[in-house]
Each structure stands twice: as structure tokens, then as C-alpha cells.
């Protein structure tokens, strides 16, 4: 079956601007995780959605949100870019976010700002 | 609050040789703990996960690793490592009841002919 598809893979954004990454879960999941993937910070948790509310949210500014649509797809927005938000966002996909399930990630959405 | 500690940045091994990846964690109550592995510009596999019952856990790819309750540690071993297996290694706690995970740093993992 296919896994969980993240899009776009690269992206090159200039200070100040907006992003928009898209992921699609596996078929059947219903739970959808981001994460944030620096050199310095490593994997941070960014946000978790289940039937399209928000249920945990990690440590980040305002800047950073997300939503999940009723076919469980979610997006996740940046706004007001800085530099330090270059990085790889991985979204994640589980069937019931129970926490007993197991997560699969995509490949994920390199974001480069300038 | 639950968190991680990898202590090794960076291991070399030989083709063939015996794996020992160190994982410690934190976490109040008993433990959801897992390893993955990432290879680079991918994101992360599942090699195995602890959530209760036998200490010992079998993973893909010959991967197993031992829950020590009293040293709050989940080492990850392997018997003997291909090259195949060089990548970046992270162990993660989680809980009952929602999907966050707190990770390691990672441990990257080199293999030498």
C-alpha cells in the first residue's frame, strides 16, 4: 500500500515569505504528526492532528501551524519565514493516535530559506 | 517531562563486527520506546518498539534491543553489520494515549570494510 507522501520535497524560500507543505497519510490513518528536523534542535515535535483537531502541540511560536481535512490529509504553514527555519519537516501518519500504534513517516519537505 | 539521551554522537564498526547503540530515557510512567533508522534525504523506519511484556524485542533487519527497566536504558544491538546498515540511528520514548515522541540526537553509524 502506498505510504505517507509528503509534497514538495525541496523548496527554496526567502526570508519573510510563507510555506504551505502538504502530506497524505496512509490509507485508513487517522492520526497526523509533524516533526522538525534540524542539525542543531534534531527531531522536534511540531504538532498532531485526529479527525481534523489539533490534540498536542510542541514548543513552537505561533508562526507555526497546521490543519487536517476530513480525508485525514493535513498541511502544515510557516509563516513570516526566518533562517532558522530551514530544515526537513517530516509528517507522520498512525491509525488511531492512541500512541500504541506505530508512526510511519514519509520522506519529507526540505525547506532551505535564504 | 520525558526525554532521551544518546550518548554516542558517531561509531565506527567493521563489516561483520557486533553493534551496541546506547539509549537512555526519562519518563515517569512505564514507557513506549522505539528505534528508528534514517538513511540520508529519508525519513525515519521503524526498526522495533517496546511497549510491554518480554524485555527483549526482535526488530527488522537482524536488529534487537533490551528494555532495562532498573537502568532506564533500551540498547539497540545487531550480531553482525552489513554495510548496508550505515545510517543515522535515534531511540524515542512516547506514552500512552497520543502520538508524541521525543527523540535522541541520533547516533550516526559508519561501517568500515
Known amino acids: 500500500k502506498a505510504g505517507v507522501t509528503q509534497t514538495p520535497r525541496y523548496l527554496i524560500k526567502t526570508r519573510g515569505q510563507q510555506v504551505t507543505l502538504s502530506c497524505s497519510p496512509i490509507s485508513g490513518h487517522r492520526s497526523v504528526s509533524w516533526y522538525q528536523q534540524t542539525p542543531g534542535q534534531g527531531l522536534q515535535f511540531l504538532f498532531e492532528y485526529f479527525s481534523e483537531t489539533q490534540r498536542n502541540k510542541g514548543n513552537f511560536p505561533g508562526r507555526f501551524s497546521g490543519r487536517q481535512f476530513s480525508n485525514s490529509r493535513s498541511e502544515m504553514n510557516v509563516s513570516t519565514l526566518e533562517l532558522g527555519d530551514s530544515a526537513l519537516y517530516l509528517c507522520?501518519?498512525?491509525?488511531?493516535?492512541?500512541?500504541?500504534?506505530?508512526?510511519?513517516f514519509g520522506a519529507g519537505s526540505r525547506l532551505t530559506v535564504l | 517531562a520525558q526525554s532521551v539521551t544518546q550518548p554516542d554522537i558517531h561509531i565506527t564498526v567493521s563489516e561483520g563486527a557486533s553493534l551496541e547503540l546506547r539509549c537512555n530515557y526519562s519518563y515517569g510512567a512505564t514507557p513506549y520506546l522505539f528505534w528508528y533508522v534514517q538513511s540520508p534525504g529519508q525519513g525515519l523506519q521503524l526498526l522495533l518498539k517496546y511497549f510491554s511484556g518480554d524485555t527483549l524485542v526482535q526488530g527488522i533487519k537482524g536488529f534487537e534491543a533490551e528494555f532495562k527497566r532498573s537502568q532506564s536504558s533500551f540498547n539497540l544491538r545487531k550480531p553482525s553489520v552489513h554495510w548496508s546498515d550505515a545510517a543515522e540511528y535515534f531511540c524515542?520514548?512516547?506514552?500512552?494515549?497520543?502520538?508524541?515522541?521525543?527523540f535522541g540526537t541520533g547516533t550516526r553509524l559508519t561501517i568500515i570494510p
Open positions: 507522520a501518519s498512525s491509525r488511531t493516535g492512541d500512541g500504541a500504534n506505530v508512526l510511519t
Open positions: 524515542a520514548v512516547g506514552a500512552e494515549g497520543n502520538e508524541k515522541l521525543t
